[in-house]
């Protein structure tokens, strides 16, 4: 976001001339000033994984929903600041999208692309005022000589929109957050690319599943003639009427139970497995399972039966914040106090408070247990470790609560 996000900082701190990497120009060979595209293509993705797809659909919107619900805290130094332009812009990044669907669509397309890119609209001062999430598949990166992007080229509908970075530190009006990928040096990977054989083999029990149903529930079957002696095989043609006179006649959910009726020298025989045979079941809750687990879900907060990992639905919760959203959260929240804070202030760190999260609510029994039977500690001390400011007379040691109390009625 021009020079003032990061560069002034940098420079304060006499990093500008020293930073050089030695293999960022070999990274950048042969594509420097040109387009780089993303590995695989965003509306497939989405598509097959997202809206074809029941367990990937409930993991995003899980970790999205939950992510965007968590209020944001703002601190000058050690001093928690309530009011700010820098909250009121997170509370409302833009006249059509309050701040909760915001932080949805960003970690929307991360969890989606591996790539999430948000657009910072500045005012006459150089101070943002305005922060729109952008669709992965309509942004390009375009490399620079030193490793870094020189450039970012959004495209919609055969326009298109130069975004130009800062050519020393690579900062610009565009934030582009990406999941790691160990073959891509621009884009970041997608989880759906983990689950991909997972995903569609859940799609396709699921597709095997709708076309049993549409076929009256039953197997498909050979219908055996005999023909009479010194008699010609059927044709080609007759073959493929037969066969759509058939269907026409006993296939389809409405024709479910009909008796077929044959003339002549015909039998049916039944030639498909049941379903139970093929345990299409339990290969759709395995492959469902693996989804979840490469989004850090747990298969229980996705509709899996016979899971028993977690003890309940509550546990569960709990594990999806503390090993998913949790960090996935400190993330976006690191990239913005290196991308967004500065542009208001320098000293200025954005976090969040998490203790409004109610799934996380057994952690701050067991911390504030923890803290509460420390013996050592003086009452300040305590109130300090779990967020609370000192009170008067409170820098005195007691063995525990109810002897504090009876300390403080004494007094």
């Known amino acids: 976001m021009k020079t003032y996000l990061k560069s002034l900082f940098l420079k304060k701190q006499g990093f500008i001339s020293q930073k050089t990497s030695q293999v960022g120009p070999l990274v950048a060979y042969g594509t420097v000033g040109n387009p780089v ?85 500045l005012n006459p001062e150089g101070r943002p005022v305005e922060l729109y999430p952008l669709r992965p598949d309509r942004m390009k990166i375009i490399p620079g000589p030193g490793g870094l992007p020189s450039a970012y080229e959004y495209s919609v509908g055969g326009r298109r929109k130069i975004i130009s970075c800062d050519p020393v530190t690579g900062h610009s009006t565009i934030l582009h957050l990406k999941n790691f990928h160990p073959l891509n040096d621009w884009y970041g990977m997608s989880p759906i690319e983990a689950a991909a054989q997972s995903i569609d083999q859940h799609n396709a029990v699921a597709g095997h599943n709708l076309a049993l149903l549409q076929n009256g529930g039953r197997p ?17 043609d007759q073959r493929h009427a037969l066969r759509q006179g058939l269907r026409e006649l006993y296939s389809g959910p409405k024709n479910a139970g009909q008796i077929l009726i044959l003339e002549g020298d015909y039998e049916w025989r039944e030639m498909g497995l049941s379903p139970k045979d093929l345990d299409f079941i339990e290969g759709k809750n395995l492959s469902a399972r693996e989804i979840a687990q490469s989004y850090g879900v747990p298969p229980m907060l996705v509709g899996v039966p016979g899971d028993a990992t977690f003890a309940n639905y509550k546990e569960a919760r709990f594990h999806l914040w503390e090993d998913t959203i949790i960090p996935l959260l400190e ?13 208001f202030e320098e000293g ?39 967020g609370y400011g000192p009170v008067a007379g409170g820098d005195v040691i007691f063995p525990n609560f109810s002897q504090g109390k009876a300390h403080e009625k004494n007094s």
Not at 82 to 104: I, N, V, W, Y
Not at 359 to 385: D, G, I, Y
Request: charge should be neutral; proline fraction near 6%.
């Open 348 to 386: 200025l760190t954005l976090t969040y408070n998490i203790d409004a999260i109610p799934a996380l609510a057994p952690r701050r029994e067991a911390a504030w247990s923890k803290v509460a039977a420390a013996n050592f500690l003086t009452l300040n001390e305590k109130r300090q470790a779990v």
């Open 37 to 121: 595209w993303t590995p695989r293509r965003y509306d497939s993705l989405a598509d097959e994984g997202y809206q074809k797809n029941v367990i990937v659909y409930r993991c995003v919107n899980l970790i999205a929903r939950g992510l965007g619900s968590v209020p944001w805290l703002l601190y000058r130094g050690e001093t928690e600041i309530t009011e700010h332009p820098l909250l009121d812009l997170l509370k409302s990044p833009s006249p059509r999208q309050a701040g909760c669907a915001f932080m949805e669509a960003v970690a929307g397309y991360l969890l989606l692309s591996g790539n999430t890119y948000i657009e910072a609209v």
């Open 220 to 236: 498909s079957g050979g219908l055996i003639l005999r023909p009479a002696p010194h008699s010609s095989r059927l044709s080609e």
């Open 331 to 343: 993330f976006i929240v690191a990239e913005f106090n290196l991308w967004l804070s500065p542009a």
